[in-house]
């Protein structure tokens, strides 16, 4: 296979997964995570980057309990109203049941806005979490990028001890899948894509 | 190699291109670079992502004109201020001196107001646009991720028609690199990351 095809199979099987094995992940495979993820590129190269990488049983609850709060408050009916039965009930597994908080390894991503204006901030820490998830597919482990915990921000920044500086952007579980994982349901990008102008289309020409 | 070697290999070369040759770039290049891109994960797989592809010359030009205005305003004080002079004078000459819209394809990056909450649009397109630059490294393609042309939203939604709920987030040229491109320059994961709480660090254990 070509280098380009050996990427896109990682990339094209990437899929959420909310629940998780007891099977346990070793320090080696989170820091080849953080590795990959540490490679991406950010505004001014600054490299923002802020990750807490939560093992312990009881901060994991407290993860669990804020997720499922927030869920509980607002978002099972933002998304029941707008999300197909399957993934509802997917995300409401995960997020308002324990799915997520399950997983043997939490990692809380910040973004550090002494080193990055704010308004460029997501723009430099999103790459680096893409990359993070898809050296997860490669390695075999499930993850499911979530921000709904940094919607109380002062909650998620006191599950971990950030500073007012550092922005949490998003909490991302990572453990084996407990079951195999489907393959993703993506529109296709002739449909996402433009010619020239919005509006256009992308007709082969 | 195993596949997370492969993909680690993509992901440690990454590195911005702002000056290009003038070899151009196919269709089936650009698709392959947007079918990547539409496989990444999106707050309830809204798929938020909208791609304006542009190649002609009067197009190009004025994006680039777009991109110096605003470089010239407060871009280049702002940077000059707080990146070293390599750095600098590569993105000076990228933005300011018309190396980014030199590139044979640029692509206008939205995300769509109506898909998605404006609050999750940045979660929900960076990932895909990570994804379009790692498969555009595979294929030896040079790409830079820049968000300058956003900064003055009305013209960059001028310059590709996009309408009041598009938001414009990115603006990426796709180019053969006209110079082998040299390592990235990142710092290790461990200065970034901790264990459980910030300030903690990431020591072995």
């Not at 590795?35 to 407290?62: C, G, K, L, Y």
């Amino acid at each position: 296979m070509s280098a380009f095809e050996q990427l896109f199979e990682v990339i094209s099987t990437q899929r959420a997964c909310r629940q998780f094995s007891d099977q346990p992940v070793d320090d080696a495979a989170i820091e080849a995570l953080l590795r990959a993820a540490t490679f991406a590129p950010s505004s001014e190269n600054t490299q923002p980057w802020v990750f807490v990488v939560i093992r312990d049983a009881h901060r994991r609850a407290a993860a669990g309990a804020l997720i499922a709060a927030i869920w509980n408050r607002f978002g099972r009916e933002y998304t029941r109203a707008r999300a197909d039965d399957t993934l509802f009930n997917d995300v409401d597994a995960g997020l308002g049941q324990g799915g997520v908080a399950g997983a043997p390894v939490l990692i809380v991503v910040g973004g550090d806005s002494n080193l990055s204006d704010r308004s460029q901030l997501k723009a430099s820490v999103f790459p680096a979490i893409q990359n993070l998830l898809l050296a997860a597919g490669a390695l075999g482990l499930g993850t499911c990028l979530t921000t709904i915990a940094t919607l109380d921000t002062d909650g998620a920044r006191e599950l971990v001890g950030l500073p007012a500086h550092i922005d949490p952007l998003a909490l991302i579980p990572v453990g084996y899948p407990r079951r195999p994982l489907g393959p993703p349901r993506r529109d296709s990008f002739a449909t996402k894509t433009h010619r020239e102008t919005y509006g256009s289309g992308w007709a082969a020409v």
